[in-house]
């Protein structure tokens, strides 16, 4: 069955970075178009950064344009989320989403704190 699996969250300073990490099984990895979402306590869940199959286009919320970088390595059926410069504001459960068609995967997500 399709696995998507998130690593690299935790507790983080204002101003640090983190790299997420979201490994895919069970699923022809180089077809989908790669997500992160995040979601933070009462609020709806909301899309973060896309990345297309092949990896040369990428979309990014307004909110962490300049401060996150997604990438994938389809040799490794993997995506990656680096973030810079975080903020409180970032707090959240980090999902990793695969879409192709009418294939839609989640992950269980990672939590993301950036406290002082």
């Known amino acids: 069955q399709v696995q998507l699996v998130e690593s690299g969250g935790g507790l983080v300073h204002p101003g640090g970075s983190l790299k997420l990490s979201c490994a895919a099984s069970?699923?022809?990895?180089?077809?989908?178009?790669m997500n992160w979402y995040r979601q933070a306590p009462g609020k709806e869940r909301e899309l973060v950064a896309s990345?297309?199959?092949?990896?040369?286009?990428?979309n990014y919320a307004d909110s962490v344009k300049g401060r996150f970088t997604i990438s994938r390595d389809n040799a490794k059926n993997t995506v990656f989320l680096q973030m810079t410069g975080l903020i409180p504001e970032d707090t959240a459960v980090y999902y990793c989403?695969?879409?192709?068609?009418?294939?839609?995967?989640w992950g269980q997500g990672t939590q993301v704190t950036v406290s002082s």
């Open positions: 990345i297309s199959t092949a990896g040369r286009n990428t």
């Open positions: 069970g699923l022809t990895f180089s077809t989908y178009i």
């Open positions: 989403n695969a879409r192709w068609l009418g294939n839609l995967y």
